[in-house]
């Protein structure tokens, strides 16, 4: 069964404006991590936040981490149209390798 | 841009013929996998390497097969396509970190017709 769920699974908003999503795991993980992927193309790792972290930031990204929830979310201030693409979780544990969520698309319209 | 490559980027072919997708890193990463995706949709897992002589089946089973006789090389080989094998795959590798950051290649569109 797939490890990470993501919601919402579609997100259309304006350039400027912040874009949240979440993710929510079932099971106990080292690290969450969140990849990008624009259109016909492979992912990107963008952040990884270690199950001892709370938050973290990377430019205009900011990532949480609720163990006690089993969920994070992943936050894009400022959003451009090169900010287009699909936004993928991914949880690593013991088990050696990542379970990806089935990701959100965002749609950001200048 | 992670030095992982996957050839071709675009394959249509008729159904019954034998294929091979290429995939190779220049990292010397130990780890390897490949990724099946049809458009918008999650990614399924269908096979891994933890290094040379090593190869596992993925979480979703697959009629392809692997091999990983070289560290930068793991290509994968259906044997005869059927329109049922048309998707994206993408190929990803990472290197023993304790992390399992994965870096993905520009990945093959397959069309079997």
């Known amino acids: 069964s797939q490890q990470g769920e993501e919601d919402p699974q579609a997100l259309s908003i304006q350039e400027g404006e912040n874009a949240t999503m979440n993710c929510s795991y079932k099971?106990?993980?080292?690290?969450l991590q969140w990849y990008r992927q624009n259109s016909g193309r492979g992912l990107v790792h963008l952040i990884l936040?270690?199950?001892?972290?709370r938050e973290k930031h990377s430019g205009r990204l900011r990532v949480t981490l609720d163990t006690s929830k089993k969920s994070s979310s992943l936050l894009i201030t400022a959003s451009r149209a090169a900010d287009t693409a699909s936004y993928f979780c991914?949880?690593?544990?013991?088990?050696?390798?990542?379970?990806f969520g089935a990701g959100t698309q965002v749609v950001v319209t200048p | 841009e992670a030095d992982i490559y996957q050839t071709p980027r675009y394959l249509v072919i008729g159904t019954g013929k034998k294929i091979t997708l290429e995939c190779s890193q220049t990292?010397?990463?130990?780890?390897m996998y490949w990724y099946q995706q049809d458009p918008g949709m999650e990614l399924h897992l269908i096979h891994y390497?933890?290094?040379?002589?090593?190869?596992e089946k993925g979480d979703l089973s697959s009629e392809s097969t692997v091999s990983r006789i070289r560290t930068e090389h793991f290509p994968l080989t259906l044997e005869s396509a059927r329109p049922s094998h048309t998707s994206q795959y993408l190929c990803?590798?990472?290197?023993?970190?304790?992390?399992?950051?994965?870096?993905f290649g520009p990945g093959t569109r397959l069309t079997v017709l």
């Open positions: 990803a590798s990472s290197a023993w970190t304790g992390t399992d950051t994965q870096y």
């Open positions: 099971t106990s993980i080292n690290n």
């Open positions: 936040i270690r199950s001892n972290e």
């Open positions: 991914a949880t690593g544990g013991s088990w050696g390798k990542l379970q």
């Open positions: 990292m010397g990463h130990d780890k």
């Open positions: 390497s933890y290094g040379v002589n090593s190869t």
